[in-house]
């Protein structure tokens, strides 16, 4: 629903068009006693009141470091909804497997200690990301349990 800076179309034309459908499956899924988690890639703050209060979404995943933290992110809305995922793609491409160890960690006794936080990656794992790299990221996960 987003990219780097805003929403793809105003925010108006997804409460319109787009966010009525979320909030039919929302339903759908509270219906059958499951939490509807919401998948968006970009900018979407300008509708974050929308999706919790009116859509009802129950948890939200893909997190860019360049838009908004995940850590910045939960401390905002952890009191509303879960916060899925968060290892920066970026990151996760770049950076050396202890440094994403390092920030798995982090990212774990941060956002993991407040609750309503699942770690995983900011979005789907693409094939640029190095297979140690990943590993990395699950095996520190599995430590810290």
Known sequence: MGFRSNTLISPADLRQY???WHKRFASMAHEKGLPYFLHSCGN???IMDDLIN???IDGK???EDAIIPVNEF???YSDRIACLG???MNFLASSSPEEIRQRTRWL???CGVRGRYAIGSGNSIPNYIPVDNYLAMVDEALECQ
Do not use: A, N
Request: aromatic fraction near 4%; avoid cysteine; glycine fraction near 4%.
């Open 18 to 20: 787009i966010l009525p």
């Open 44 to 46: 979407i703050e300008k």
């Open 54 to 56: 009116d859509v009802s």
């Open 61 to 63: 995943h893909s997190f």
């Open 74 to 76: 939960q401390e905002k």
């Open 86 to 88: 968060g290892m920066d």
């Open 108 to 110: 774990i006794e941060t």
